[in-house]
């Protein structure tokens, strides 16, 4: 099983994000795995194609296209993916979780929240998309989660 690691601009001990909302995908192969880690910020993890599985708090959640699973701050958890996947995580700060669900969830996934996650995600070239919309991208996420309660 190929161990993965999340490509961050900030590592994973850190207290802090960067900005409040943060984006990240991947490709990832079939039988990868992302050891077992926590953070001290929100994670939303969706799946584009395959399905991503995380394990925490004694629950194993899947997340095909339809569903991402939420994960609150300071949480032990392991995501892993059994075939091949493109998959991305939303992270949010602590201080904007304070809104959002305490207990790690699996969400539906509708086609507008779909398109904006499209949207935030660079081309399988790494081409970016235009700052504006990432923009916007990160406020629309902060009223989606928000309204996930």
Known sequence: MPILSPKLDVPLSS????????FRSA????????????H????FVYSF???MEVKVAGHHYLAPPQYGVWLPPNLDHVGLN??????ASLYVS???????P???????????????LSICTPSRSGRRRPKPALGCCRCWWIYWLRRRE
């Not at 207290?15 to 943060?22: F, K, R, S």
């Not at 490709?27 to 926590?38: F, K, N, S």
């Not at 001290?40 to 994670?43: H, K, N, Y």
């Open 15 to 22: 207290p802090h994000l960067p900005v409040p909302i943060m």
């Open 27 to 38: 490709y990832v192969p079939a039988e990868g795995l992302y050891p077992q880690h926590q």
């Open 40 to 43: 001290a910020w929100g994670e």
């Open 49 to 51: 194609s395959g399905v």
């Open 82 to 87: 059994r075939q091949e996947a493109h998959h």
């Open 94 to 100: 602590a201080p904007l979780c304070a809104v959002l």
């Open 102 to 116: 305490a207990e790690p969830c699996a969400l539906t996934v509708s086609p507008l929240a779909r398109a904006l």
